[in-house]
T-cell receptor, first 116, second 109 residues
Framework: DTGVSQDPRHKITKRGQNVTFRCDPI?????LYWYRQTLGQGPEFLTY????????KSRLLSDRFSAERPKGSFSTLEIQRTEQGDSAMYLC??????????????FGPGTRLTVT | AQSVTQLDSHVSVSEGTPVLLRCNYS??????LFWYVQHPNKGLQLLLK??????LVKGINGFEAEFKKSETSFHLTKPSAHMSDAAEYFC???????FGAGTRLTVKP
């Protein structure tokens, strides 16, 4: 399988619990992105990595959110003390960035989080 | 920072008629621009991309878009809509990872 994969596909959690999502990018891609998408809205950028370095975080990303990409391969996104407002689809994408050119992002199927 | 504005949140066309989905960008220079499509319960897929080469860009499924610097636009078109085109379409500035709000395309039989 050469696509972007995400695990789990669905997560239901109670308010206040911590959750962690995993993303496995396309193997040769050096960039990895996390987005959040709510119903009827476009994907909202959260953060991205180039190799293992986290280069940018959205101001919308509260301190309860943390992301890692320890070996420059897979990434995890953790949400601590979840709130109902965190309910959304969390999308991961990867791309190849070379010579400053923006190559297309390949998206995974997403993890749908429901906070009850 | 660059940004995009998708001028219509919803477009409805009849099958076999032309499709026009509008996107304007704001930038002090010519940006790269992409269009993505998201079918219900499916992942986002790249339709086409403009990266400062030819201003008329052809994509998958018969879609194309024309970059017009004078109008700061990158509208998506298709000559004849098909039922399978019903989806959400997003105009994107890839360098800033910014998506437009999306345009929902409905195709009536």
């Amino acid at each position: 399988d050469t696509g972007v994969s995400q695990d789990p596909r669905h997560k239901i959690t109670k308010r206040g619990q911590n959750v962690t999502f995993r993303c496995d990018p396309i193997s040769e891609h050096n960039r990895l992105y996390w987005y959040r998408q709510t119903l009827g809205q476009g994907p909202e950028f959260l953060t991205y990595f180039q190799n293992e370095a986290q280069l940018e975080k959205s101001r919308l990303l509260s301190d309860r959110f943390s992301a890692e990409r320890p070996k420059g391969s897979f990434s995890t996104l953790e949400i601590q003390r979840t709130e109902q407002g965190d309910s959304a689809m969390y999308l991961c994408a990867s791309s190849l960035m070379a010579r400053g050119a923006p190559y297309e992002q390949y998206f995974g199927p997403g993890t749908r989080l429901t906070v009850t | 920072a660059q940004s995009v504005t998708q001028l219509d949140s919803h477009v409805s066309v009849s099958e076999g008629t032309p499709v026009l989905l509008r996107c304007n960008y704001s930038s002090s220079y010519s940006p790269s621009l992409f269009w993505y499509v998201q079918h219900p319960n499916k992942g986002l897929q790249l339709l086409l991309k403009y990266t400062s080469a030819a201003t008329l860009v052809k994509g998958i499924n018969g879609f194309e878009a024309e970059f017009k610097k004078s109008e700061t636009s990158f509208h998506l078109t298709k000559p004849s809509a098909h039922m399978s085109d019903a989806a959400e379409y997003f105009c994107v500035v890839p360098l800033d990872m910014r998506f437009g709000a999306g345009t929902r395309l409905t195709v009536k039989p």
